[in-house]
């Protein structure tokens, strides 16, 4: 069956560092892959998407990369600040509509 | 503002009553979503519904029956729920429901669910 993994621990991080969280998937061959941000009790807010036959797409302080043969995606947030800390979702093209992973939750620390 | 709205944003019911949630989308979308956010799980699709038409029910109990009258508003009826029912419920709305397409998801911010 289709998986998304994303590292349920959260990431500590310093104010100015980069942030790099991870994304994979099996028995998935999906056309796009999105990646979104969730504040505490609140609904999560679209950032990225990327497509199956781009490697980087590039957002302000933010990128995504797209492997396709390694089934993984990489989410960078660069000069990391506090007001990123949140949890980050990625979400993945299925059979219907996107399936969604876990989460992982980014602290970033002053 | 997400163009999404959903009320109450809290709810608490006993397991005998009977209440509903609300979602209004402001940004002509046609399709829309139910959602349910368990602590530690992944979001859970429940229903998708296109031009008002329900077009997917992941297995969801019947306790639970959405209604979607145009593409602007869906509700989700709530009756006899159990304890494990709590959870945050969101609304959603796409441009259409065909993940294939790039479709991007916005969501309401949700409404937390209690019951005891």
């Known amino acids: 069956s289709q998986k998304i993994e994303q590292n349920s621990e959260a990431l500590n991080i310093q104010e100015g560092k980069t942030a790099t969280l991870t994304c994979n998937y099996t028995n998935y061959s999906p056309a796009y892959l999105q990646w979104y941000r969730q504040d505490p009790g609140r609904g999560p807010v679209f950032l990225l998407l990327?497509?199956?036959?781009?490697k980087e797409k590039r957002k302000e302080r933010l990128k995504v990369t797209f492997d396709t043969t390694l089934k993984q995606s990489l989410f960078h947030i660069t000069a990391s600040q506090p007001a990123d800390s949140a949890t980050y979702l990625c979400?993945?093209?299925?059979?219907?509509?996107?399936?969604f992973g876990k989460g992982t939750m980014l602290l970033v620390s002053p | 503002e997400t163009g999404v709205t959903q009320t109450p944003r809290h709810l608490v019911m006993g397991m005998t009553n009977k209440k509903s949630l609300k979602c209004e989308q402001h940004?002509?979308?046609?399709?829309m979503y139910w959602y349910k956010q368990s602590a530690k799980k992944p979001l859970e699709l429940m229903f998708v519904y296109n031009f008002k038409e329900q077009t997917e029910n992941n297995s969801v109990p019947s306790r639970f029956s959405p209604e979607c009258p145009n593409s602007s508003h869906l509700f989700l009826h709530l009756h006899t729920l159990q304890p494990e029912d709590s959870a945050l419920y969101l609304c959603?709305?796409?441009?259409?429901?065909?993940?294939?397409?790039?479709?991007?998801?916005?969501f309401g911010e949700g409404s937390w669910l209690t019951v005891v």
């Open positions: 940004l002509g979308h046609n399709a």
């Open positions: 990327i497509r199956e036959n781009e």
């Open positions: 959603a709305s796409s441009q259409e429901p065909d993940s294939f397409s790039g479709n991007t998801i916005y």
């Open positions: 979400a993945l093209s299925g059979y219907s509509t996107l399936t």
